[in-house]
């Protein structure tokens, strides 16, 4: 229920919509902000993830710590922040295997989640918990985001772009994650994907709502 309900598509989805509403300087935020969640996602989102899989059961948190531990992306985010800090040129060659890869990761993740909802059947989807983590995540989300940048000391733009980007759908990284430790895999790919087709609907009216006038009224 956490990878289903918790982490957002601020990547591929929530970005770009940024870019268009907010500008360059609010796609600047909007970076920022996803490279904190993938960083969590990897992490947090990881541990809960193996925690919860089907085939881990008795396993001690140790084991489940080094199956975190094992995940790439965070080595990848130090020695990138290492690198940039100390100002370390990388070749040409290997800047642009780096950008294949990246170039890749959206097409390889669509093609999983495709594979999990072709193996999806009406009786298997569980209602119940889908609804929850849709309710969590394109409703519970904004509210919350709204509550919260009431008292926090940034500006007015800042406090747009996390409402907005928290009424994004449940991010598809999600399903790599639950597929890889077996972690509800066509739960997660479910929520993915109804959650993403609802946002066109959740997603304008919160972008509606975030303009002056209403803004005004919120008094924030």
């Known amino acids: 229920m956490i990878l289903a309900s918790c982490f957002i598509n601020n990547g591929n989805y929530g970005t770009p919509v940024i870019l268009v509403f907010f500008g360059s300087a609010g796609f600047d935020v909007a970076v920022i902000l996803m490279v904190l969640q993938q960083f969590i ?18 396993v001690s948190q140790r084991t489940i710590l080094k199956k ?3 995940m790439p992306i965070v080595y990848g985010a130090l020695f990138g922040l290492i ?10 060659e290997i800047m642009l295997a780096v950008g294949m890869i990246g170039d890749s990761s959206i097409p390889v ?10 193996t999806l059947h009406i009786r ?21 985001a709204l509550l919260l940048v009431y008292f926090m000391p940034i500006d007015l733009m800042a406090k747009k772009i996390l409402i907005v980007l928290a009424t994004m759908p449940t991010a598809a990284n999600t399903t790599l994650i639950s597929v890889q430790f077996n972690t509800k ?4 790919s479910s929520a993915t994907f ?3 087709v609802l946002s066109l609907i959740t997603l304008p009216i919160v972008l509606m709502l975030v ?3 209403v803004m005004n009224l919120l008094a924030i």
């Open 211 to 213: 303009q002056p006038p």
């Open 194 to 196: 109804f959650s993403t």
């Open 109 to 118: 993740i669509m093609l999983i989640l495709g594979m999990q909802l072709a």
């Open 124 to 144: 298997q989807i569980e209602v119940a918990k889908i609804s929850f983590a849709l309710v969590v995540r394109l409703m519970v989300s904004p509210l919350w």
């Open 41 to 58: 996602m990897s992490t947090l989102g990881t541990y809960y993830a193996a925690k919860g899989s089907s085939d881990v059961e008795g």
């Open 83 to 92: 690198f940039q800090l100390l100002h370390i040129p990388l070749s040409k």
């Open 68 to 70: 975190v531990l094992r």
């Open 185 to 188: 895999p066509q739960l997660v």
